[in-house]
């Protein structure tokens, strides 16, 4: 091999190398935030009240709004959570990417603010929402929106006398996750549902009465690739185990990154 086809297909592996990044990168930030799934999962137990039969809750989680998530795409899926017409929404965790960078404007508290439920909205901080010093600034965002924060805390929804529990704990990376405070007060014969930013969270929630966990954080995988697949991280290689202790519905995520 001589120097000058040597240095052609030195060249031509460099250009096929900017291709590949820069494909993958256009599908991760134009394309797959845009192809929204929405997954339907039925809960079945004992605990489930006539009055909640074919209650529908909504959850959404992880936007990461910023850089690689617009206020327009957000936009976007606002209106597809309302077409739901769901009873009760919650949102798992990390609204915006970077607080610390983000200015929050008033187009944002009013999006949130038009997100529809019969029975309430309820949210929990995630890892970059504390970061960041985002922790005051989600709050009154949400505060002004209608969205109730569930922070070691629970709610009763009561519906024509029957009633479930939605409970919430602080984000465990960054804030104080306190479940024993959490349970203070809950009527535990009720169906229990766990809000926790991160599905490993079932470890510990094992040993309380949760009937069911929604998580986020480990958004399935990061990054789908075109005719590949998502590709795997540990939260992906555990999601069987987390079956096996708890059932856990874990939010895909709406933002590649």
């Known amino acids: 091999m001589n120097r000058r086809t040597f240095l052609k297909r030195i060249f031509g592996s460099f250009i096929t190398l900017i291709g590949l990044s820069g494909g993958t990168y256009y599908y991760a930030k134009e394309l797959e935030p845009n192809m929204l799934d929405i997954h339907y999962v039925d809960i079945i137990s004992k605990k489930v009240m006539s009055a909640f039969e074919n209650y529908?809750?909504?959850?959404?989680?992880?936007?990461?709004?910023?850089f690689h998530y617009s206020i327009e795409q957000f936009e976007k899926l606002v209106r597809k959570i309302n077409a739901e017409n769901a009873d009760l929404v919650v949102?798992?965790?990390?609204?915006?990417?970077?607080?610390?960078?983000?200015?929050?404007?008033?187009?944002?508290?009013?999006?949130?603010?038009?997100?529809?439920?019969?029975?309430?909205?309820?949210?929990?901080?995630g890892n970059h929402d504390h970061g960041g010093y985002g922790t005051n600034m989600l709050k009154e965002l949400f505060d002004q929106s209608g969205f109730e924060l569930l922070q070691n805390g629970h709610r009763q929804i009561n519906k024509n006398g029957d009633m479930i529990n939605i409970i919430g704990v602080d984000d465990v990376l960054l804030g104080k996750p306190d479940i024993n405070q959490t349970f203070q007060g809950v009527d535990q014969n009720l169906l229990t549902i766990l809000l926790a930013h991160e599905p490993d969270y079932a470890e510990i929630a094992k040993d309380y009465p949760v009937d069911i966990q929604l998580s986020g954080h480990s958004h399935g995988g990061q990054v789908q690739l075109p005719l590949i697949?998502?590709?795997?991280?540990?939260?992906?290689?555990l999601k069987n185990m987390w079956k096996d202790i708890i059932p856990s519905v874990i939010d895909h995520a709406i933002i590649c990154e």
């Open 56 to 66: 529908k809750i909504l959850q959404f989680s992880d936007t990461h709004i910023g």
């Open 91 to 125: 949102f798992t965790g990390d609204l915006i990417d970077n607080p610390r960078t983000y200015t929050v404007n008033q187009r944002l508290v009013t999006l949130l603010d038009q997100i529809q439920a019969k029975d309430g909205k309820y949210w929990i901080y």
């Open 229 to 237: 697949g998502y590709l795997y991280t540990p939260h992906i290689l």
